[in-house]
């Protein structure tokens, strides 16, 4: 054959095998809270306490994922995902908090599993998407260290039954969120308030962290990806003035330092120890811990949305704080003297300001700081107020633009040298935003909760263009 009669090569604005798919997170989707001999959750506990989120609303149903899994993976295939991301129930798993694996919960996954791999699509699981069993709250949660010993424990039932056909695992989602939002603000389950309480619950979370890693290595095969999602935040200082970079150095460490240092590092900031110094003593740290919580992980999964502004308080014009999680209260410790900005930018319906950049300044500082390490956005996406119209169809043009940004800004990012490796879009379905209730869409799936109908929106056909062509539009 001539050289001119081969095909010409497929151009793609992404690199080789990179793995497109979308998100989801057990307590968001399933329903089913009473079934499969499934425990409650910290977040049944807590979406049923009234004023805790909105409208009232619960994961009681959901939407019903649990019985229309199969439904939904052929969504998926539409789409042409590539890799599904979802989340494991602990409380469905495990119902006793410890001792032995539930078998009928873990039938669910095992039929969900089969069901992706048939499409040909690629199980991507979380282990802990925030919804600790409440047996093991009623001891003490996150503050109580041996949470982290019982995780290690879910962590290998897990991996001993579906570890023969899961090959990618993360340890936790966000445990800023559980950590900062649950013991800080207050705004997620548990709903504590106390700086002292968030920083112990952080620490226990990172050693879940490290001795879940230790766990799945030894039940998983030896080829089996294991990694960890952290929503770190771009945080930019309001100006160049000193007092504002120096609120940005504290910032960063709160949000970020204080997960990378000792994942990757095996050692906690030492500003962060100082500036906290305050609010806790960190004698919840022991010795070993460290050396547990930085084991080796294959990648490091990044979830982003809008960027973190701050600067220092002006004590004349004290301005609201806007860190976009709702709630009275900071959920930072030792942040007094730092304000919260909105970015500039148009927002979501979460009030968020639409800011891609901040995904590139991600991306690009973790290639410099942790040369080589593969790096997945493993959350990306957009609220909108979504309708579906009289014809029964859902435009959400601001979502494409939204997810066009984001993906540009991905694309620079791999051009520019990061080994960032595939895109999961946050949210597969509109699903139960925790303290939002079900009035915040992120799905590119529109569902409507009082007869579960699923219609995909344009930004489904606009993404499964992007998927098949491995292009996006000019
Ligand atoms: O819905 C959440 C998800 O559970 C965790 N990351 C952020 C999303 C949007 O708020």
Known sequence: MSVEALPAPVRTDFPAGFVWGAATAAYQIEGAVAEGGRTPSIWDTFSHTPGKVRNGDTGDIAVDHYHRYREDVALMAELGLGAYRFSLAWPRIQPAGSGPANETG?????????????????????????????????????????????????????????????????????????????????????GRTDPAEALTAHHHLLLAHGLGVGALRAELPADAQVSLTLNLAAVRPLTQDPADLDAARRVDGLANRIFLDPVFHGSYPADVLTDTAGVSDWSFVHDGDLAEISRPIDSLGLNYYTPTVVAADDPEHPAPRQDGHGGELSPWPADTGIRFLPAEGSRTAMGWPVDADGLYELLTRLRDELPGLPLLITENGAAYDDYSDPSGAVHDPERVAYLHGHLDAVRRAAADGVPVRGYFLWSLLDNFEWSFGYGKRFGVVHVDFASQRRTPKDSARWYAEVIRTGRLPR
Not at 123 to 141: F, I, K, N, S
Not at 152 to 171: F, H, K, N, Q, V
């Open 106 to 190: 873990l039938d669910f996954y095992d039929r969900l599993v089969d069901e992706l791999l048939a499409h040909g699509i690629t199980p991507v699981a979380t282990l802990y998407h925030w919804d600790l069993p409440q047996v093991l709250e009623d001891r003490g949660g996150w503050l109580n260290r041996d949470t982290a010993y019982r995780f290690a424990e879910y962590a290998s039932l897990a991996a001993r039954r579906l570890g023969d056909r899961i090959g990618s695992w993360t340890t936790l989602n966000e445990p800023w969120c559980s950590a900062f939002l649950g013991y800080g603000s207050g705004v997620h389950a548990p």
